[in-house]
C-alpha cells in the first residue's frame, strides 16, 4: 500500500500563485506516471496535469501555460506550480498513482476574485 501526501493548497488571490507537493511513502523514480486531479464543488473529478517517470508532461487545456507539473526522485515528490490563478481553479486537488490506483486525502485551494 503506497501512502500517498498532499500539501500547500490554501486561499490565495486571482493572479496569485501556490506550489502543491505530493508526497509518496516509495520510491516514485520507477512510476511510470503520476498525476494530479481536481474535484470542484458539484463537478467530476478532472485530470489536471501529469508527468512520466522520464519527465513528459501533459496538461489540460485551462492550466496550459499557467501550471507546472515536476518530479524530485530524490524525494519522492511531486510538485503542481500553479501561477496565475483564477478562481475556477478552486478545487480539490488530489495526486494519483495510477499503477494501483493510489490516491491522496486531497488538498484545498480555493481562489478568490
Known amino acids: 500500500q503506497v501512502q500517498v501526501v498532499e500539501s500547500g493548497g490554501g486561499l490565495v488571490q486571482a493572479g496569485g500563485s501556490l506550489r502543491l507537493s505530493c508526497a509518496a511513502s516509495?520510491?516514485?523514480?520507477?512510476?511510470?506516471?503520476m498525476e494530479w486531479y481536481r474535484q470542484a464543488p458539484g463537478k467530476q473529478r478532472e485530470l489536471v496535469a501529469s508527468?512520466?517517470?522520464?519527465?513528459?508532461?501533459n496538461y489540460a487545456d485551462s492550466v496550459k501555460g499557467r501550471f507546472t507539473i515536476s518530479r524530485d526522485n530524490a524525494k519522492n515528490t511531486v510538485h503542481l506550480q500553479m501561477n496565475s490563478l483564477k478562481p475556477e481553479d478552486t478545487a480539490v486537488y488530489y495526486c494519483?498513482?495510477?499503477?494501483?490506483?493510489?490516491w491522496g486525502q486531497g488538498t484545498q485551494v480555493t481562489v478568490s476574485s
Open positions: 508527468i512520466t517517470k522520464f519527465g513528459g508532461t
Open positions: 494519483h498513482i495510477m499503477i494501483g490506483d493510489y
Open positions: 516509495e520510491r516514485i523514480s520507477s512510476i511510470p506516471v
